[in-house]
């Protein structure tokens, strides 16, 4: 069974504050990581596809890098409306198209 | 691109009655779509996969005859919520994708059963 575990559970950053979020994972043949943003009361918000060991993709402040073990969601000079849980999910080569979630990190952005 | 959209975004309901929700990909063809629940503080649960013109396949625990899915097109899935009671209230998340790769999802319906 696919698993995926995000640490920490919360973190707290003062405005330019850089730090980063993981998250482990075990499958059975890696279908592709993915990284989601999610805002209070509303639905997930696509922001990485990691497919392979070593594998970087940027996006503003955010940065996601893989491993074969896990995955880092680096948050560069973070800004209050980095406020927000995200989720790292994975799909696995036998798993139908389905996703495995992990119970998220809730980042909250001090101005 | 890649955009979902759910209807309605909130919904209140007598226990006894029937709620439907509406799946919709405005800008891709959605081989399969999926359906979470997400309890507050929670992460997404999932509910069911459901592929177009075929049964959904439901996740163990989840009950068939309560939550029916059809997915009658390649832009369209529906939940509907049968005989709902309070402990149906819950914040419910649709996605959409058009192979193994990332799901787009919906923005989420908030169903409240009183």
Redesign the interface.
């Known amino acids: 069974e696919d698993q995926v575990t995000q640490s920490p559970e919360a973190l707290r950053l003062q405005e330019g504050e850089s730090s980063s979020l993981n998250c482990s994972y075990t499958v059975s043949g890696l279908r592709g990581l993915f990284w989601y943003r999610q805002d209070p009361g509303k639905g997930p918000e696509f922001l990485f596809t990691l497919y392979s060991a070593g594998e970087e993709k940027e996006k503003e402040r955010l940065k996601a890098t893989l491993t074969k073990k896990e995955s880092f969601l680096h948050i560069t000079a973070p800004k209050p409306e980095d406020s927000a849980t995200y989720l790292c999910a994975v799909g696995g080569a036998e798993n139908d198209y389905k996703l495995s979630f992990g119970a998220g990190t809730t980042v909250t952005v001090r101005a | 691109g890649?955009v979902?959209s759910?209807h309605p975004s909130r919904v209140i309901c007598k226990s006894g009655t029937s709620v439907k929700i509406e799946c919709r990909s405005l800008d891709f063809q959605a081989t399969?779509m999926?359906w979470y629940r997400q309890f507050p503080k929670?992460?997404?649960m999932?509910m069911a996969?459901s592929n177009e013109g075929s049964k959904a396949?439901y996740e163990q625990g989840v009950e068939k005859d309560k939550f029916l899915i059809n997915h009658a097109s390649l832009t369209l899935s529906t939940l509907t919520v049968t005989s709902a009671h309070p402990e149906d209230s819950s914040?419910y998340?649709c996605?959409a994708?058009s192979?193994?790769?990332?799901?787009?999802?919906?923005?989420?319906t908030?169903l409240t059963v009183t």
Do not use: D, K, M, N
């Open positions: 890649a979902v759910q399969t999926f929670q992460s997404l999932l996969t396949t914040f998340i996605s994708t192979g193994p790769y990332e799901q787009y999802f919906g923005p989420g908030r």
